[in-house]
């Protein structure tokens, strides 16, 4: 069951003098499992839009439907899960522990199976097992991060939307976060990244929506979005383009290092038998 | 311009974030300060313009010891800095306002100021925006303004302490055209980042870890040791990457290579 | 939140240029004049003088308004509480409590007092922008022997508009907040203990932080709280005072003589 984004528009102030629409007739539908990117310049109605699919903002027109029931129904916060960028600001209990286990005890979540959850999201997140007891403000700003990442996973949410995810983090931090993402997709959770630099994560998309002033502008597989968009390519991607055009006939659909030196391999493999 | 001997920082109740840095950062000098989340970049540079102070060691700016109460308006005059969330370093209520505050604080008179600060928004082209309040404003125009804040008081010397980390590419790429022009007229600058890609064209590139200086040298130098920056923590530009396995396998002669033109060419020569 | 609440609102009227040393010393005289006065009809005088204030400035009424509107509970409360706890000649109760006639009086009167004197600041902060106001009240603190309670006036001024400026960032920071425990299931309504306690904890965290941010950035560019000088010079002209002298006038015709 997916999340339907049917007709929804969306403005703020509504009925005042300083009413602005930050949404305008959504249609959209995210599968389970899907890996989807949704870029756009701050203020085109990314972070709105994500704030619809579970509950935080309720459509002034249309409807969000999660797996059958409309999002602002409190059961869906279960389902839907939200990072938020800087997510290390949102840590608030005496421990990392009771931190994490916030999110599924307000959920009525008790006992035994909380104890499972909360150990099981630390885990994964790649928390180590001594910081379970500390304070989460004695911890560092890297590790403030995985707990905050913890708080989420333990809702053991089925859509997984994370808003700027990789802003401040240096390369270490983002690929182990990238990996976590994937690690989570395999397991048949769907991933939705909202950010205004979607390049760098192509790689791992199955789908793209881009947004511009509030609308949908664009929507389909990372290989049509390279083609379409006038907002910066990964450089991989432009180098495989250039490659193109001095003759030498690589697939220019590529976005990472590694497709990349298959794709140059194999095709000077074939130069070579000629 | 700057000499750093020895340089040991603690914050308090701290481990050691500095262990006995030398640096010696030259005039007109472009120097990249790269490492990761933790390494004690930042605090590195915040010694610069006596932010913070040695534990022991010592920081001097054209020879004015940053320990000494005395010294520090001059200081502070000769290194100015731009930090990493613009919205926390915005004083003023607008773009004009805020830009002016560094010359009201040097007591600059009232015209003056007027002056120099439309001067800045017009070099900057920011005039447009100069009632705006800077919250208003991208991201990347936010950093145009909080680097036209701190060049409007004409230091020699402007620290960057990742300003880029939370720019959207187009935007960083025009931060960081800035930055060089502003290195070209004749200001040293000290750039911090995580990217190592942002080094290409600098003077020298510096890698930090565990609050020591692991790698320094030309951009060119520092990138021919991948495990080494890897080891840190640290990324090489996908670009480079990309040049050094096909170095590795034997499909280009050139051991690393940066810009994207220069790959397309060593790949057309030898395929 | 509406976003007209104390807000400046630029123009070019009389009252926008003139000297905001003229427009704060005018306010807090017709401050004054407001809390002495007894009758309904000196207060329909000096409602009279808003309603000129606020044609001559072309300020739109409903940003006045704006200034009312959040206040309306605690101005309710106000009301009531005269209207039930003066004694006086009962006019009905109400479980117990009897409104009276002279409450109803002094209520009324508390309540039209305290409107109107959100009313004149609103006019202040609408025709004079923030950096003008900081920059008159600064000046105005100047003689004042502040150096001997260990700040400056330039400190106190610097002060004031770090905390307009810091304010709505802190709103967003604790609507961003809340959006975060949210999706983490909080329920502000059901639990409110756990509400206060898990935005409240961040929320200082952060105000801390930006603080020392701020700190950073404003003592790197040579911030020391003595004499600096401002892009903004404000300097009393004869506008300045032949408005002040005539506001003084009207004020002192409605005390006296309404």
Redesign the interface.
Known sequence: MPIDVKGVSFSYNTGTTLEKVALENINLSIGKGEFILIGGEIGSGKSTLIRHFNGLLKPSTGQVIVDGMPAHEKHVKTKVGILFQFPQNQLFAKTVYEDVAFGPSNFGIKGKQLDKRVIHALQLAGVREELYDRSPFTLSGGEMRLVAIAGVLAMQPDYLLLDEPLSGLDPENKNSLLLLLKTLHSQGISVVIVSHRIADMLFLADRVFLMQDGRVSFKGKPDDYIYSTSSPLPDITSLMKDLRQKGIDVRDDVFSIEDAFDEITRVQKERMVR | MIEITTLNHRYPGGKLSLDSVDLHIEKGEFVVIAGRNGSGKSTLVRHMNALLLPSSGSVKVKGYCTAKNANLREIRRTVGMVFQNPDSQFVGMTVEEDIAFGLENTGTPPERVRQLVDEILELMELSDYKKYTPRSLSGGQRQMIAIAGVLVMEPECMVFDEITSMLDPTSRKEILATIHHINKKGTTVVHVTHMLEEAVGADRLIVMDSGKIVLEGSPDDVFTHPDIIQKHGMELPPVAELSRRLYDSGIIKKKIVFSRDELVEELCRSM | M???FFTYI?GTSLIHRLDPRTKIISVMIASMIIFKLASFAEMALIGAVFLILSLVSSIPFKVSMAAVKPMIVFLVIIFLMQLFLTEGTALFSLSGFSATREGLHIGLLLTVKFVYLLLFASLLTATT???MLTAGIERMLRPLPLKKAGISSFDLA?MM??S??FF??LYE?LW??K?????????PGRSPFKTV???S??MM??AF??AE??S?????????GI???????PRMQRRDFAALSAFVVVMWVILFFA
Do not use: K, W
């Not at chain 3, 959006?179 to 329920?187: E, H, T």
């Not at chain 3, 004499?227 to 010079?233: E, G, K, V």
């Open positions: 509406s976003n007209l630029p922008a923030p950096s610097t508009s770090l307009i400026h709505p960032l920071h961003h907040l959006d975060a425990q949210m999706s983490r299931g909080l329920d306690y898990s935005l904890v961040p965290r952060t932080r930006s941010e701020v950073f950035a404003m003592e790197s560019r040579c911030y020391q004499c600096r000088t401002s892009l903004f010079d």
